[in-house]
Each structure stands twice: as C-alpha cells, then as structure tokens.
C-alpha cells in the first residue's frame, strides 16, 4: 500500500472554484482501479495551500490512475487555478 500527497497552492479568490473542480476529482478518482482512500486538507491560516492525502493498493494503481485520461479531464477545471505546479510525494511503509 502507498500513499500519495499531493501539495497545490491555488490562486488568490479561486479557493471556491478549486473546491468544485478538486471535488469533482476525488469522485473521479474514487472509481479508480486500486484506490483505498483519500482527503483533502486545507492549511490552518494559509486557505490557497491545500494538501490531498490519497492511498493507493500500490504504485502500479496509481501510476494508472495519474496517467489516465479520466484524470487528465478532470485536471484540465484543476490546474488552470493553481499558482505553480502541484508537488506528489509518494509514501510506503518502511
């Protein structure tokens, strides 16, 4: 099992808009081959950095899943309203 943290820091005043569109990728993701969980967090005080915390059966689902054309389409209402280019840290057991 690993889990895949996902760092984004969304533009000024789009805070709203980039809920709709994360929302409507986890939903997507949920149907995804191999995925267990996930959240989303918002930074305390910071709310244009959000943390999304995934876990995946293990590397190959989520490989799959971030190369999928499901999630390209849904990345395409995401990444317009982001300031940089989201960050993915992948974790596994020890």
Same mark, same amino acid.
């Given at each position: 099992m690993? &889990?895949?943290l996902i760092r984004r820091r969304i533009m000024p005043g789009l805070e709203e808009?980039?809920?709709l569109a994360a929302r409507s990728?986890?939903?997507a993701s949920i149907n995804a081959n191999g995925f267990i969980a996930g959240e989303s967090l918002c930074e305390r005080h910071y709310p244009e950095r959000r943390l999304l915390?995934?876990?995946w059966r293990d590397l190959a689902a989520w &490989?799959?899943?971030y190369r999928?054309?499901?999630r390209e389409q849904v990345m395409q209402y995401v !990444?317009? !309203?982001l300031v940089e280019d989201e960050e993915v840290s992948l974790y596994e057991h020890c």
């Open positions: 690993i &889990k895949v808009e980039y809920d990728a986890m939903r915390i995934t876990q &490989k799959t899943w999928s054309t499901e !990444l317009p !309203l």
